[in-house]
C-alpha cells in the first residue's frame, strides 16, 4: 500500500498515520518528523530547514524532495509507505509521480483529511508530544497520562503566529494539489472532525471502499 494523508496543519495526519501504520505494516514518513530530526541533530539540512519551519514557512522543495525520494527508495519501503506532510506542493508532488514512475509503481490512496481553519488553532497551540515515545498528545482533547505530563514538549513552530503562516501555505500551495490527485481517480475525503477513534474508523472505511478510478 503506497499511500499519502493530506490535510491542513493539525488536521491529525500524525495521530491517524500512528494508527493505520499497524494495520498496513508499512513505514509512517512524517516529513516533518524528519526534518526535525535533521534540525536537532545539526546537520546541514537541519540547519537550512530550521530558519523555514520556525517562521511557519515551506522548507526548500529541492530540500525536502532528495530528502524522501532517497527514504522511499530505502528497503522497508518496498512493501508500500505511508506519507504524512509530504507532498505540500505541486513541484513536490511532480517529482514524488516521476520517482515512482521511474520504479515502476503506482500510488494507491490519497487521503484528505478535512477540518475546517476555525478547529486548528485549538489543536495546533494544545499539541504536545513524549519526546520519548513520539506520542501526540493534546492538553483538552487528548491529555497526557499523569506519568508522561511532566515531560510532554511543545513544538517552536506550535505558537498562534506559526500556526497561522501554516494555514495560509497550506491553502496557497497544498490544497491545489488535491485535484491532481482527485483527477486521477486515488483521492478519499475524511471528515477529520470528531473524536481521534471516530476519524480513525472514517479513514478505515475509506481506505477499504472501491476508489472512485
Ligand atoms: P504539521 O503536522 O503541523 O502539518 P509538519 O510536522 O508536517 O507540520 O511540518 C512542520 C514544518 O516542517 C512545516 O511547517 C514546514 O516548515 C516543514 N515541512 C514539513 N514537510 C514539508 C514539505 N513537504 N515541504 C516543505 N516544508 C515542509
Ligand atoms: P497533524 O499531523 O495533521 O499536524 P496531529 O496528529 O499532530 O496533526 O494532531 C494535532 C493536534 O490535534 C494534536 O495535539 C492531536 O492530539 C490533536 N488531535 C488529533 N486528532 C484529533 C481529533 N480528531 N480531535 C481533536 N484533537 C485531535
Redesign the pocket.
Known sequence: MRMILI?P???????QAANLVDTYEIPHISSGDMLRAAVKAGTELGKVADRYMKAGDLVPDDVVIGMIIERIGADDCARGFML?GFPRTQPQAAALDEALKKAGVDLDAVVLIEVPDELILD?IT??RSDPETGT???LK??PPPPEVAGRVVQRKDDTAEACTARLSKYHRETAPVVPYYEARGILRRVD?V???DE?LLRLTAALKAPSAS
Open positions: 490535510g496543519p493539525g488536521a491529525g495526519k500524525g495521530t504524512d489543536r494544545g499539541r501526540i498528545y493534546h482533547f487528548k477529520g470528531g473524536a481521534p476519524v
